[in-house]
Every structure is written in structure tokens, then in C-alpha cells.
């Protein structure tokens, strides 16, 4: 025989199970940042200029971005996440990172074309994950 105790005992269940479902779920994130360019250059890295932060090696060709610890830690992006970038196409990816000294700041990798990063310049623009 079907109860009212019963009855309640389900619909909790099912309750919270629609709350585990979306639970899994990641969020949508925007932020806006402040983006300059980066280059794998000596004379604008430490030591190797194609090894980042955290070991990955970086090449030409690829997206990638070195992120301020501030987006990190504050802001939940860690490495390898990938991103987007207002006004740029396609995805990238959280490879490097930045000294402390830098809130709410993304650098972008140019490889090794110098002229594309100083056209770059400094902006702001709205990053997306």
C-alpha cells in the first residue's frame, strides 16, 4: 500500500538526485583581464624560452596563454584549462604562469613573432571558460 511516508521518502530521493546531476555540471565563467603578448625569445624568459611554468614546452603555432596566479587561485582556472578569448578564434590553453605581481592579467603566446606582439599591445578584453 502506497503511503504518504512513502510517497515523501521518494520524492526526496529523486530531490537530490537532480541536485547530483547538475552538481558534475562546470560552470560558465567570464571574466574581463587585461591581455598582453609573450614571445619564446632569451631576452623575455629565464634560462630555456620555450619551457613554461609548469614544464609543458611551448612551439610556434600554439595557443597558449600564461595566466597571473590571481586566476588561479581566486578565480579557478588552473593548467591546462582552455579558454577563449574575446575577439580571437578558437580555444586556448592554460599552459604558463605569471609572476604574483600580476592581478587579473593573461599573457598570450606569439611564438616567435616579435611584430605580432607588440601589435598586440596591451588590452582589455573578456576571457570565457
Known amino acids: 500500500m502506497f503511503t504518504v511516508t512513502r510517497f515523501l521518502v521518494v ?12 552538481a558534475g555540471k562546470s560552470r560558465s565563467n567570464n571574466l574581463s583581464v ?11 624568459t629565464d634560462g630555456n624560452p620555450n619551457l613554461a611554468a609548469w614544464g609543458d614546452y611551448l612551439h610556434p603555432g600554439m595557443k597558449a ?5 590571481d586566476l588561479l587561485r581566486q578565480y ?6 582552455k579558454i ?18 600580476w592581478r587579473k592579467k593573461i599573457d598570450i603566446y606569439m ?5 605580432a ?5 596591451r ?7
Open 111 to 115: 611564438g616567435k613573432d616579435r611584430k
Open 65 to 69: 596563454v600564461a595566466v597571473s596566479k
Open 76 to 81: 579557478g582556472l588552473s593548467r591546462g584549462d
Open 117 to 121: 606582439a607588440k601589435l598586440w599591445g
Open 34 to 44: 587585461t591581455a598582453t603578448a609573450y614571445n619564446s625569445l632569451p631576452s623575455q
Open 11 to 22: 520524492l526526496a530521493l529523486a530531490m537530490s538526485m537532480v541536485g547530483t546531476a547538475s
Open 123 to 129: 588590452r582589455s578584453v573578456t576571457i570565457h571558460w
Open 84 to 101: 577563449q578569448i574575446r575577439g580571437l578564434e578558437g580555444e586556448y590553453t592554460v599552459l604558463d604562469k605569471m609572476h604574483p605581481r
